[in-house]
């Protein structure tokens, strides 16, 4: 499976650091066979009972999977045909407009899949995994993506090659629309052996004085948050300030307990007009990050 860390067992399930969540016993067997990480995606909620249909669900950053009870007593998991859910079909087009020579055309739906996508669409389980194709690969907000019954491809040129097609968070697009309590989103504390793991450093800089008058005092702060954008206490912090006399360092206070680190700095007097760059280095455990803002004295 494609986990950066090792996930640990919980209960017969699984537990992922990444995100704080667990994966539900019922669900192990079909995350593993549906392509794992790599195409699911972490865990972002635990399991819980859908109110509605009074199934067991779970979402993953990728999908819904979900617990369907049959009358023996047992039963099987599902992945919920998300793409369709989010809106992915499109009218089907005619075959002989498919460029035959890098494309494969689904009569059932009337769309073809193509070139990279078809490449990755065969590579991770075709239609067992994904569906039919619904749409053609289109242009959506800036990006080429395809969608399917169960998932979207988006293609990402930036990406070093073949890793240019990626499986959309479809999982977290549909659960924010779906009106369940954003509480379950919320990592676990800690896991099996009391280890939630912050793997990502996000930050945000910020001044108190865009425009600062001559020869005053600038109050600057950072936010420091991890993966799940909840509060990393206890980080640490390098102000660098590029003065027209040169570089300034400071060591700021450590974040704390809402991940945030404040200073004041005494800029000294400079002509108008002159505008200040600020890096903020933040250092935890293995982690780095830069934040950047600036200011103009005047």
């Known amino acids: 499976m494609g986990s950066s860390l090792a996930a640990r067992s919980m209960a017969g ?14 669900f192990v067997d079909f995350f593993d066979a549906s392509g794992g990480v790599d195409i699911l995606g972490f865990p972002i909620t635990d399991g819980f009972v859908d109110p509605q249909s009074n199934r067991l669900i ?6 819904r999977m ?3 009870n049959d009358e023996s007593g047992g039963g099987h998991a599902i992945l919920r045909p998300l793409g369709e859910m989010m809106g992915g079909w499109q009218p089907p087009v005619d075959r002989r407009s498919v460029d035959s020579r890098g494309c494969r055309y689904y009569e059932q739906t009337g769309h073809s899949v193509c070139y990279a996508f078809l490449d990755f669409f065969d590579a991770h389980g075709g239609l067992d995994i994904f569906g039919y194709p619904i749409s053609e690969f289109t242009l959506q907000d800036d990006r080429i993506v395809q969608n399917f019954q169960r998932f979207r491809l988006d293609w990402h040129p930036e990406a070093a090659a073949p890793n240019q097609v990626h499986v959309a968070p479809l999982g977290r697009e549909q659960f924010d629309e779906s009106g369940y309590s954003q509480d379950l989103l919320r990592p676990a504390a800690r896991g099996p052996d009391g ?4 793997t990502q450093l996000q930050t945000s800089a910020s ?6 008058p001559q020869a005053g005092q600038q109050r600057i ?3 420091v948050r991890d993966q799940n954008l909840f509060p990393v206490p206890g980080a640490a912090v390098m102000l660098v300030a590029h003065l027209p006399q040169g570089d300034r360092y400071n060591l700021m206070p450590s ?6 680190s404040r200073l004041t700095l005494n800029v000294g007097k400079m002509a108008r007009g002159t505008k200040v760059n600020i ?3 933040v250092f935890y455990e293995h982690l780095q990050a830069v934040a950047r803002d600036s200011f103009v004295v005047w």
């Open 13 to 26: 399930g699984r537990f992922y650091p990444e995100t704080g969540h667990s994966l539900e016993a019922q």
């Open 58 to 63: 779970q979402y993953t950053e990728n999908a």
């Open 66 to 68: 979900e617990w369907v």
């Open 195 to 198: 280890d939630y793991r912050v």
């Open 207 to 212: 001044v108190m004085y865009p425009v600062l």
């Open 221 to 223: 702060y950072i936010v």
């Open 255 to 260: 974040t704390d307990s809402q991940g945030i």
């Open 279 to 281: 890096e903020l280095w």
